[in-house]
């Protein structure tokens, strides 16, 4: 589904593939396709405390502030999703998440120094299949909330 979305919005990416390891994470990845950490994104599914999701980008060598993003959001409190529920909300199985494509319609953020790097890394629907692309395409067809919620 996510390539679809891409190949719908017009965007120009490239797809990258690399042997999935369970919670291998985006260290994993990155040192599989020898690029920096910083450049691969995560998609996190997280939950507000009325249970509503949304989806989070985050560079891979940062954490998402909770605080931060609850109160950027103008929520009580959001928490990560356990990997059952984020993989229900999503329609991806987690490892494999993508932002494009996602299963229900939820607000999604975006780290806003993500928009400073000239190629970004994403999943692209799959365990162990990144597309590489600009950040500015990304940003043009998720239209999410640039956030500040970095931490390292």
């Not at 490239?14 to 998609?43: D, F, N």
């Not at 891979?60 to 229900?88: F, Y």
């Amino acid at each position: 589904m996510a390539i679809r979305v891409l190949r719908a919005g017009g965007v120009a990416f490239v797809p990258h593939l690399y042997r999935w390891q369970p919670h291998g994470g985006t260290r994993a990845s990155s040192a599989a396709l020898g690029i920096p950490e910083h450049a691969v994104i995560k998609t996190l599914i997280f939950e507000t405390e009325q249970a509503l999701p949304l989806c989070i980008l985050m560079h891979g060598d940062r954490e998402v502030s909770v605080k931060q993003l609850a109160r950027a959001i103008g929520t009580k409190t959001v928490s990560p999703c356990t990997p059952d529920v984020a993989d229900r909300h999503s329609g991806y199985q987690v490892g494999g998440t993508s932002p494009f494509g996602l299963r229900r319609t939820m607000p999604i953020y975006l780290q806003a120094t993500i928009l400073e790097l000239p190629r970004i890394y994403i999943n692209g629907g799959a365990r162990g299949f990144l597309v590489e692309l600009d950040p500015r395409d990304a940003q043009r067809v998720l239209a999410p909330v640039v956030v500040d919620v970095a931490v390292a």
